[in-house]
């Protein structure tokens, strides 16, 4: 079956980086496109990135919010999807999922919680 596992989440100084790790399996990794998306307390889930497939290029986007300060990329070879999260903002605070749609369902990981403080 198809899961997603988040990891690297944590604290860390308004300014400062993180990388997000998602490991999947379940599925045929590389003919999917991944996303992260995010949720804060009280607010909806929010689309961050979105990386193509393989045979699609590989192509990116993001939020606007997020443009020029985090970078989404995948390990076809290990089954990986990485967010590099740099300049990081109090407003970044929240829980980071993972997702991908396989067989016209989406799936989700378990999320991991970042929080930009001092």
């Known amino acids: 079956q198809v899961q997603l596992v988040e990891s690297g989440g944590g604290l860390v100084q308004p300014g400062g980086s993180l990388r997000l790790s998602c490991a999947a399996s379940?599925?045929?990794?590389?003919?999917?496109?991944m996303r992260w998306y995010r949720q804060a307390p009280g607010k909806e889930r929010e689309l961050v990135a979105e990386i193509s497939s393989r045979t699609s290029g590989g192509l990116t986007s993001y939020s606007n919010s997020v443009k020029g300060r985090f970078t989404i990329s995948r390990d076809n070879a290990k089954n990986m999807v990485y967010l590099q999260m740099n300049s990081l903002k109090a407003e970044d605070t929240a829980a980071y999922y993972c997702?991908?749609?396989?067989?016209?369902?989406?799936?989700w990981g378990q999320g991991t919680q970042v929080t930009v403080s001092f």
């Open positions: 379940g599925f045929t990794f590389s003919s999917a496109a």
């Open positions: 997702n991908t749609q396989s067989s016209g369902r989406f799936y």
